[in-house]
């Protein structure tokens, strides 16, 4: 930006200042101080001198540059925001002596390029691709008939550092409590998850109104847009109320856009015959009513086809080894609830492939949108219920997103979903695999093999994952 101040966590920036009279290094201390609205601040100093705590969290540093000029009065400095800085906006103030100024407002945004930042993607390849790529594809269609169209994300398009500080902003979190949340915005996971819930408008302020039916007046069909950039504008404009309408593939257009905008590495996902599970038993159950018999509803559904979006980043919150880190699952269409909110994510894509459903964030809800079975039941008229018909292999086909520096679509089923009929992936060194016996399974039977997370056979803490394998 020619006009703001936007910086990256843990990336130095150059800043000038022009002092009245000369500075002495040996008798003058600058000290500096960048902070939210709500107080969270970072305080330092040239040189730094400044008395803080051993546990202080997001201190910034300022170092003078060779070219600076101190006996002119003339100031270069290296100014390097902490990489666990809190994103939004800040201003910035020195003071010299009894005399301060508010020297400058800045943006501070996730850094992907920084290995210390918590959404460090170490492939330039891919950060051009998932977070300066402003144009991508979308697939909708069927899973024999896949069918691509063009969006134009717009992340880096007049305002959008703004707009996207402001969702966060209406969010439920940071009505809340709001120093809470801001001093919260230094974690990515947490960011995410409440972006997920700001793009619908089921939670309070959402930025758009779905809608699955034929009746599109008061707004446009989701079929109209093509861009994100347009809808986050129009509810930026409209003081905030929600935009009229959308369906999966343009919430997860405008996430996609806000995620790249601060600096999280994004790609929008397309799974077909896409499940949605309402009572959390992984199975996507049918009823057919015998002769005389009322009909049994059932809430669960397949869709044709389904979108949301991945944002990479860390998960220590999981795991300390890394296994949970990477691509995690964040869906911002109103589907079910999640601590009290329609939001889902962010769910490791790893942890879905290995069935570990009983993570956070929504893991079930993901797993079974890609992995569930499909049972068709006939109820009887004394009530009893017999299976007629089983399907394991119809959920989840075609998980589609676009490739890297291309337009062609890139399959990535494999990442969710085991390949049928093969070995899971081998635990870690701090589980053990223990085989509890044969039990009957769909039809024949299977070997139960159990993981637990234990220090040795002795210490056994918690069943963390049931895998049946042939």
């Known amino acids: 930006s020619l006009k703001e101040l936007i910086v990256r966590r843990g990336q130095p920036f150059k800043f000038t200042l022009k002092l009245a009279k000369p500075f002495k290094l040996a008798l003058d201390e600058l000290i500096m101080t960048v902070k939210t609205d709500l107080g969270t601040m970072s305080r330092f100093g040239v ?12 201190v910034w540093k300022a170092e003078l540059q060779r070219s600076t000029a101190p006996e002119t009065g003339i100031l270069t400095l290296s100014i390097t925001p902490s990489v666990d800085s809190p994103v939004g906006e800040y201003t910035m103030s020195a003071r010299l002596g009894e005399e301060e100024r508010a020297l400058a407002n800045l943006s501070v945004l996730f850094n992907p390029w920084c290995p210390g930042d918590m959404v460090f993607m170490p492939d330039e390849v891919e950060r051009k691709e998932y977070v300066m790529n402003e144009q991508g594809i979308i697939y909708k269609g069927v899973d024999n008939y896949i069918a691509p169209i063009h969006w134009d994300y717009g992340q880096f398009e007049q ?18 409590d709001p120093a809470k949340d801001v001093s919260a915005r230094c974690n990515a996971i947490y960011v995410s998850r409440v972006i997920t819930s700001m793009i619908n408008s089921e939670n309070e302020g959402g930025i758009l109104k779905g809608n699955w039916g034929n009746d599109f007046r008061g707004g446009v069909s989701p079929t109209h847009w093509s861009s994100s950039y347009p809808i986050l504008k129009n509810w930026f404009n409209a003081c905030f109320c929600s935009v009229k309408y959308g369906q999966c593939w343009v919430f997860s257009g405008v996430m996609c856009s806000v995620m ?35 009909e049994k509803e059932s809430k669960d559904s397949v869709w044709n086809y389904h979108v949301w979006v991945e944002g990479w980043m860390r998960r220590p919150d999981l795991a300390k080894d890394g296994r949970y880190d990477g691509w995690q699952v964040l869906d911002p269409t109103p589907q079910e609830k999640s601590d009290g909110m329609f939001c889902c994510g962010p769910a490791p894509v790893s942890a879905v492939r290995n069935g570990d459903t009983h993570l956070k964030y929504d893991v079930p809800f993901v797993f079974a949108e890609v992995n569930a079975d499909c049972i068709t039941w006939l109820v009887k008229r004394d009530g009893s219920q017999v299976k007629i018909h089983s399907e394991d292999h119809r959920i989840g086909q075609s998980i589609s997103t676009k490739a890297i520096g291309t337009s062609k679509r890139m399959d990535i089923t494999n990442s969710y979903k085991q390949k049928e009929g093969g070995l899971p992936d081998l635990p870690p060194k701090n589980r053990v695999r223990v085989m509890v016996g044969m039990i009957p399974y769909r039809s024949g039977e299977r070997t139960l093999l159990v993981d637990f997370d234990c220090a040795s056979f002795r210490d056994i803490k918690k069943s963390s994952t049931v895998i049946i394998r042939p």
């Open 47 to 58: 040189p730094d001198k400044v008395q803080r705590l051993p546990s202080a969290k997001a």
């Open 159 to 176: 305002d959008m550092v703004s707009i996207c500080v402001k969702i966060l902003d209406c969010s439920i979190k940071h009505k809340q």
């Open 260 to 294: 790249r905008l601060l600096g999280i590495p994004c790609r929008v996902i397309t799974n077909y015959q896409s499940a949605h599970d309402t009572n959390k038993n992984l199975i996507i159950e049918t009823y057919f009513a015998d002769y005389g018999v009322r």
